[in-house]
Each structure stands twice: as C-alpha cells, then as structure tokens.
C-alpha cells in the first residue's frame, strides 16, 4: 500500500504562488500516470495536469503557461508550481499516481484559496 501527502496548499492573493507537494510513503514501481486534479465547491473534480510513463505531460488549458508539474524521484515526491494565481483556481486539490495493472492511489487533498 502507498500513502500519498499533499502539503503547501493555503490562501494566497489573486496573483500570487504557491507549491504544492506530494510525498508518497515508498518508491512507486510501474506507474502508468501520476498528476494533479483539483475540485473546487459544487464542481466536479478535474484534471490539472499529468505526467504519463512516457514522459509527456499535459496541462489543463485553464492553467497552461501557469502551472508546472515536477517530481523529484529520490524523494519520492511530485511537486505543483501554481504562478498567476487566479480566484477560479479556489479548490481542494488531489495528486494522483495510478499503477499498470494495479491500484489507483489519491491523496487526501490540500486547500487551495485565491482571495484578495
């Protein structure tokens, strides 16, 4: 069993930064896709960004040239890079790491509030 442990979410002015990180409890083997998804109040939840195994990734368009996804394999950890902070990014956001033949592993979420 994995664990996953956002941190870094808090409030922060329209404009502004923050990064999100996300500890996973050992190494993670055959990882399909790993990534960020966010919910905000009465929506769904959505995709943010992802890495595939292949190394690409993508962005939501709402935060293309905004956000940058990064991982640091030694630590285990995955990172979110939030610049331009906008009131519409207001959510609770997820990672996510889902295994090749295997289970689907979220975190608990961390608040994220843009607010001026």
């Known amino acids: 069993q994995v664990q996953l442990v956002e941190s870094g979410g808090g409030l922060v002015q329209p404009g502004g930064s923050l990064r999100l990180s996300c500890a996973a409890s050992?190494?993670?083997?055959?990882?399909?896709?790993m990534g960020w998804y966010r919910q905000a109040p009465g929506k769904e939840r959505e995709l943010v960004t992802i890495i595939t195994s292949g190394g690409s990734i993508n962005y939501a368009d709402s935060v293309k040239g905004r956000f940058t996804i990064s991982r640091d394999t030694a630590k285990n950890t995955m990172y979110l890079q939030m610049n331009s902070l906008k009131l519409e990014d207001t959510a609770v956001y997820y990672c996510?790491?889902?295994?090749?033949?295997?289970?689907?592993?979220w975190g608990q979420g961390t608040q994220v509030t843009v607010s001026s």
């Open positions: 050992r190494s993670i083997f055959s990882i399909n896709t």
């Open positions: 996510n790491v889902d295994i090749y033949g295997g289970p689907n592993y």
